[in-house]
């Protein structure tokens, strides 16, 4: 097993990625192909969104060409510990849902559940970028902005299961209101929805100077936490992100140098993801393999 929990001969699953606009749910086998997949809007389901959740997944394992004996589910958040319950602050028709209770009773198979980007963050260590790193923050800058920590090669967990929670840096005093009800969070002034309601537009339109703010304001947060966690690789995904392409990674970095000027934070940088688009259902499956080796 390695530091992260991966079983080097790991057994197949059913995996599920839960985010704000998309869920997906595919087959994974024990070497981490994907084998079978569907994907779900989910503002096409405003009501009964778990009852097409829990279709997909009977579909998918009925044409699946493996037999998964776990299911790893990545949601966003925030949730209560091992996802017993979910409110990710995107889907409101989910409060306090009992997410990881209705998955087993329907699949008839045991469901870890984390949230998505900590979920990634495994990913990105088993597959990706930070193979080689001791510790480093994995990031989502998408239709929201999530986080997860790895320090000396595990996740940290928190009291509920919570961190990594970069997306609510205040990085902005008295700014944007944000949906977890403060002001000025990452969140609230970098992520997708941020960028639409603050402009006008869509993210993928946004001019220099919006982009160039939001590669700032995601170096600032990583800066700070960089300082405080001692860490000098943080790899972020997310449509945001890569579509603002090389300058935002530039831009982010040298933000993130110029807030982080302890020593041990010289070489700080802000990369790419090594996950290709796959990433969150790698990294459930490492929440369904993670689980089964505790």
């Known amino acids: 097993m390695n530091p992260l929990g991966v079983s080097p001969r790991a057994t197949p699953c059913l995996v599920l990625d839960i985010g704000a606009t998309k869920v997906d749910v595919a087959l994974i086998d024990g070497e981490g192909n994907i084998t079978e997949r569907v994907r779900l809007v989910v503002t096409e389901h405003p009501s009964g969104l778990i009852d097409q959740v829990i279709d997909a997944a009977q579909r998918v394992v009925e044409r699946g060409r493996v037999e998964p004996t776990v299911v790893g589910v990545g949601c966003a958040?925030?949730?209560?510990?091992?996802?017993?319950?979910?409110?990710?602050?995107?889907?409101?028709?989910?409060?306090?849902?009992p997410l990881r209770d209705r998955l087993e009773g329907a699949l008839g198979l045991p469901v870890f559940v984390e949230g998505d980007a900590r979920a990634l963050a495994l990913a990105e260590g088993a597959f990706g970028?930070?193979?080689?790193?001791?510790?480093?923050?994995?990031?989502?800058?998408?239709?929201?902005?999530?986080?997860?920590?790895?320090?000396?090669?595990?996740?940290?967990?928190?009291?509920?299961?919570?961190?990594?929670?970069?997306?609510?840096?205040?990085?902005?005093?008295?700014?944007?209101?944000?949906?977890?009800?403060?002001?000025?969070?990452?969140?609230?002034?970098?992520?997708?929805?941020?960028?639409?309601?603050?402009?006008?537009?869509?993210?993928?339109?946004?001019?220099?100077?919006?982009?160039?703010?939001?590669?700032?304001?995601?170096?600032?947060?990583?800066?700070?936490?960089?300082?405080?966690?001692?860490?000098?690789?943080?790899?972020?995904?997310?449509?945001?992100?890569?579509?603002?392409?090389?300058?935002?990674f530039t831009l982010a970095t040298k933000s993130a140098r110029s807030v982080a000027q302890m020593s041990y934070t010289i070489d700080l940088e802000v990369s790419r993801t090594g996950l290709g688009e796959d990433g969150p259902l790698l990294g459930a499956a490492m929440v369904a393999w993670r689980g089964t080796n505790r």
């Open 77 to 97: 958040g925030p949730m209560t510990v091992g996802g017993a319950t979910v409110s990710p602050l995107n889907i409101t028709q989910w409060r306090d849902f």
């Open 129 to 248: 970028a930070a193979v080689n790193d001791r510790s480093y923050l994995s990031m989502v800058v998408s239709t929201g902005v999530g986080g997860g920590l790895v320090l000396d090669r595990r996740l940290v967990d928190g009291d509920s299961g919570n961190a990594g929670h970069i997306g609510h840096l205040n990085v902005v005093p008295d700014g944007a209101l944000c949906s977890c009800g403060s002001y000025g969070c990452l969140e609230a002034e970098a992520s997708g929805l941020a960028i639409e309601a603050r402009t006008g537009r869509l993210a993928r339109d946004a001019d220099g100077a919006t982009r160039d703010r939001t590669a700032t304001l995601v170096g600032r947060a990583v800066g700070s936490l960089a300082s405080v966690l001692d860490f000098n690789h943080c790899y972020v995904a997310g449509s945001v992100a890569l579509g603002f392409g090389d300058d935002f």
